[in-house]
Nanobody
Framework: VQLQASGGGLVQAGGSLSLSCAAS????????MGWFRQAPGKEREFVAA????????HYADSVKGRFTISRDNAKNTVYLQMNSLKPEDTAVYYC????????????????WGQGTQVTVSS
């Protein structure tokens, strides 16, 4: 599976951004999808995940209520809508895919995208 993330950028605190991750190469609906982020000097951390059908979602406590993960299996794309952004959300955001029928919240994914930078100014 090849993953291409896009949609990052610079936004002021309180603003919104929408990330997209387009998948190709395998049957997209066979994969659980996740978003992770990595800030400079920090380890990669879980942000949000969704199961193959979109019926199950899980969020990190730090983004719960502000971020929404969704997917469109017809378009082979997973999305991350980010609202009420904070400076601490600044990081490179990665999408990931795992051959699984359940939501996966660890970093043990099979495929990773290249990352997209999100910068939130105060």
């Amino acid at each position: 599976v090849q993953l291409q993330a896009s949609g990052g950028g610079l936004v002021q605190a309180g603003g919104s951004l929408s990330l997209s991750c387009a998948a190709s190469g395998r049957t997209f609906s066979n994969y659980a999808m996740g978003w992770f982020r990595q800030a400079p000097g920090k380890e990669r951390e879980f942000v949000a995940a969704i199961n193959w059908s979109g019926g199950r979602r899980h969020y990190a406590d730090s983004v719960k209520g502000r971020f929404t993960i969704s997917r469109d299996n017809a378009k082979n794309t997973v999305y991350l809508q980010m609202n009420s952004l904070k400076p601490e959300d600044t990081a490179v955001y990665y999408c990931a895919a795992k051959s699984s029928t359940v939501v996966v919240t660890t970093v043990n994914y099979d495929y990773w995208g290249q990352g997209t930078q999100v910068t939130v100014s105060s």
